[in-house]
């Protein structure tokens, strides 16, 4: 299971759709397990594969350490509520920054699993967050581009100054 480099920001790749898995082998277990070590090593509680350049629709999130390792192929939300909340958001590839970001407040998804059995799930809270983040990055959608255009634009100059 080696940790891979994650791909930062700028890259192009980070804002590409991720392609539908279609194959539930082993070659999917092994790239769910090298993002758990990989999003370990970081650090940080939630990758895709497209962190890693592999552009396919593969999250994996741990809330609680390894024993919580949470793993969604194909997610798609399927339903949001209508209330919001708040919640400081960063990205792996965007290592040293955070900003606060506006979400619903509950969803429910649809994903698979990785041996490709159809499952649905309801979130709140930090899951909550987590799963719209990083369907949002399978979406082509990074982080910042929830932001205003000001603090976008502060974030980018900061990430700038850390990571010449």
């Known amino acids: 299971m080696p940790i891979r480099p994650i791909l930062r ?20 277990q092994a ?9 370990r090593a970081a650090p940080g509680i939630g990758i895709t594969a497209a962190h890693v350049g592999e ?4 999250a ?17 939300i399927a339903w949001f509520s209508g209330e919001t909340r708040r919640h400081v958001e960063g990205s792996v590839s965007m290592p040293g ?14 994903y698979q699993s990785l041996s490709g059995d159809h499952l649905t799930e309801e979130a ?30 502060r974030i980018v100059k900061k990430f700038r100054k850390l990571h010449p």
């Open 9 to 28: 920001f700028p890259d192009a790749r980070l804002r590409a759709r991720c392609a539908t898995v279609t194959q539930f082998d082993d070659a999917l």
């Open 31 to 39: 790239l769910a397990n090298d993002l758990a070590e990989t999003m």
């Open 55 to 58: 552009l396919l629709r593969l």
């Open 60 to 76: 994996v999130i741990e809330l609680d350490g390894p024993t919580s390792t949470r793993i969604y192929v194909n997610p798609e």
């Open 97 to 110: 920054l955070t900003e606060e970001v506006e979400r619903p407040a509950r969803i429910r998804i649809s």
């Open 124 to 153: 709140d809270d930090l899951l909550s967050v987590c799963l719209q983040h990083e369907i949002d990055q399978m979406d082509g959608i990074f982080w910042i581009d929830r932001l205003s255009r000001l603090k976008r634009e």
